[in-house]
């Protein structure tokens, strides 16, 4: 299976709701079209930002269909199909698959841990699967599993498989792979803690798979494009160190409770957490707005806070 290599900026949706808890699908299209005007190259639905592990299965197939109607074309979409068994992964790439979507991320299943192995056979299956490209996610701060270079490469030479999201604290890792030069996207969870972004993209990689977008797209496009032009690198490295203060804002707490406190109160469409997640408390979340007027976000996009009663 063949599809133009995904650059730039892949951006994790947060998932909105609707005050009665249900998705807010119109929620989406204004998030979308908010993503497509500010220089996203691809969107995520359903990552851990989406809170998909507390979306029921029905939320989460009607969630398919619903934001599959607002594909323009201009930016793929992807959907998280992790499931708790080999199985259910494939089943829920194959309902991703038969709605029409251009691809799947998959991350090993939460909580048994897996051996690297075990791990790598799971990926090697469900790309067998599959009828659409594939992305794999080495997450260990969530699932406790770390794939290795090595391992990640072995992947990379399946036909199916062709983005690796990297959120391993590595750095050395980040050299092994962008050597390797895979026939794969190359990118990186946007935490400042992970330390992976800049490194990556010095070393060629393709761009980040990133959450912070959802409030500053403009911003994370600049630090996600490939560096290839004169001024690629310090156009990263200017945007880069502008927006660390945000970035480290919004990995302050669990993902994706502060950017999605954030984006409520910015007027974007978000609403509530699922429980047994909160939203920040004022203090915490008067900090994020005291970054965001700080560095002009506010105004470079119109947001309009919220006051409390709203």
Known sequence: MSQEKIEGSFVALITPFNQDGSIDFEGFRTLLQFQEENGTSAVLFMGS???????????????????????????????????????????????????????????????????????????????????????????????????SADAILRLAKHPNIVVNKESTARVAQISHLCAAKPDISLMCCDSPNLGLVV???ALGGDGTANMSGNVIPREMAAISKPWREPGDAALCREAWLRMLPLLHFTYSETNPVPVKTLMRALGLPAGALRRPLRPLDDAALGRGLDIVRELGIQDAYGFRMLSAAE
């Open 49 to 147: 930002t989406g809170e998909t592990s507390l979306l029921s299965l029905e939320e989460r197939q009607s969630l398919v269909s619903g934001t599959m109607k607002f594909r323009t074309g201009r930016m793929p979409f992807y959907y998280g199909c992790s499931g708790n068994s080999t199985e259910g992964a494939i089943e829920n790439v194959r309902h991703a698959a038969g709605e029409g979507a251009d691809g799947a991320i998959v991350a090993v299943p939460s909580y048994i841990c897996p051996s690297e192995e075990d791990s790598v056979r799971y990926f090697l299956d469900v790309a067998d699967a599959s009828t659409i490209p594939i992305g794999i996610y080495n997450n260990p701060p969530r699932v406790k599993t770390d794939l």
């Open 199 to 201: 490194p990556l993209m």
